[in-house]
């Protein structure tokens, strides 16, 4: 089993700045991918970005390119999110996941953090 804890939520003014944080424990020596991912009140949740650990390969949804930057500390087992320039379109839940092959969907999810943007 893995478990994964996010942190670094808050609330922050349009165009503000927060870094999120995943920590992973557990068997984490079978990782292929951590991802963000995030969920807004009556909305369904959508990916965000995710990092491959062996290369470190990002990916971004459209929404976030050039705004948030996800990167990985091997030695911590740990996964950032830095969100710049945010918008009051980014509040939602986040949320990391965990999936141990490429092959599989992402199996292990954190409890989630608030990220709040006011206007």
């Known amino acids: 089993q893995v478990q994964l804890v996010e942190s670094g939520g808050g609330l922050v003014q349009a165009g503000g700045s927060l870094r999120l944080s995943c920590a992973a424990s557990g068997r984490t020596f079978s990782r292929y991918a951590t991802g963000w991912f995030r969920q807004a009140p009556g909305k369904e949740r959508e990916f965000v970005a995710e990092?491959?650990?062996?290369?470190?390969?990002?990916s971004y949804a459209d929404s976030v390119k050039g705004r948030f930057t996800i990167s990985r500390d091997n030695t911590k087992n740990t996964v950032y999110l830095q969100m710049d320039s945010l918008k009051p379109e980014d509040t939602a839940v986040y949320y990391c996941?965990?999936?141990?092959?490429?092959?599989?969907?992402?199996?292990?999810w954190g409890q989630g953090t608030q990220v709040t943007v006011s206007s």
């Open positions: 990092i491959i650990w062996s290369d470190g390969v990002t």
């Open positions: 996941a965990l999936r141990s092959t490429r092959w599989v969907p992402y199996q292990y």
